[in-house]
Antibody, heavy 122, light 110 residues
Framework: QLQLQESGPGLAKPSDTLSLICTVSRGSISSDSNYWAWIRQPPGRGLEWIASLSHSGSSYYNASLNFRVTTSIDTSKKHFSLKLNSLTAADTAVYYC??????????????WGRGIMVTVSS | QSVLTQPPSVSGAPGQGVTISCTGSSSNIGAGHDVHWYQQLPGAAPKLLIYASTNRPSGVPDRFSGSRSGTSASLAITGLQAEDEADYYCHSFDTSLSVVFGGGTKLIVV
């Protein structure tokens, strides 16, 4: 079954840019009808959707993040990435990548990575 | 403040049943967008439990079922087991072009 693995720094400084990568294994990243997503969870709190992107270039972002997010997908490397700039302590969270079921952005996330804990602190 | 509203906690005894509600609005659940449910065990990533309101992925016991009506959806769990103790989240899509989650419900098996 397809697997996802997040990678990146566990610690970042305020005002810096966080860069995370989600690597896809045991499956394809190039399906036209799957969306790939970033979702985060602050300690002790609920899930917050960050962004979704497709292989074909469509992308959607959480407006509450005030345009601090950029995403990209590299099919040759079988990974997609997240950049979040102007970090503050409020961005401290476990960051998950996930795959959406085929059929568009409204679909459920059926496969999740294990998550990576990112702490924003000076 | 989540766009989808869930009770913070529900509880039930082993063998009993519980229902977790997810209340949205005319711009998400009420607009006909799919509702999905996830189970998150302590320290683990969320796991898909119900998709498109009523469908169970392979491997999910039929003790878990979903329904929807109007601007709300519900997750029902029957025959509670100790291992069902977890956080449960609903998920839908909003016409503001945003994926939305409920705030989560902690299920306590007493």
């Amino acid at each position: 079954q397809l697997q996802l693995q997040e990678s990146g720094p566990g610690l970042a400084k305020p005002s810096d840019t966080l860069s995370l990568i989600c690597t896809v294994s045991r499956g394809s990243i190039s399906s036209d009808s799957n969306y790939w997503a970033w979702i985060r969870q602050p300690p002790g709190r609920g899930l917050e959707w960050i962004a979704s992107l497709s292989h074909s270039g469509s992308s959607y972002y959480n407006a509450s993040l005030n345009f601090r997010v950029t995403t990209s997908i590299d099919t040759s490397k079988k990974h997609f990435s997240l950049k979040l700039n102007s970090l503050t302590a409020a961005d401290t969270a476990v960051y998950y990548c996930a795959r959406g079921l085929q059929g568009g952005i409204t679909r459920a996330f059926d496969i999740w990575g294990r998550g990576i804990m990112v702490t924003v602190s000076s | 403040q989540s766009v989808l509203t869930q009770p913070p906690s529900v509880s039930g005894a082993p063998g009993q049943g519980v229902t977790i509600s997810c209340t949205g609005s005319s711009s998400n659940i009420g607009a006909g967008h799919d509702v999905h449910w996830y189970q998150q065990l302590p320290g683990a990533a969320p796991k898909l439990l119900i998709y498109a309101s009523t469908n169970r992925p392979s491997g999910v016991p039929d003790r878990f079922s979903g329904s929807r009506s109007g601007t709300s959806a519900s997750l029902a769990i029957t025959g509670l087991q100790a291992e069902d103790e977890a956080d449960y989240y609903c998920h839908s899509f909003d016409t503001s072009l945003s994926v939305v989650f409920g705030g989560g419900t902690k299920l306590i098996v007493v």
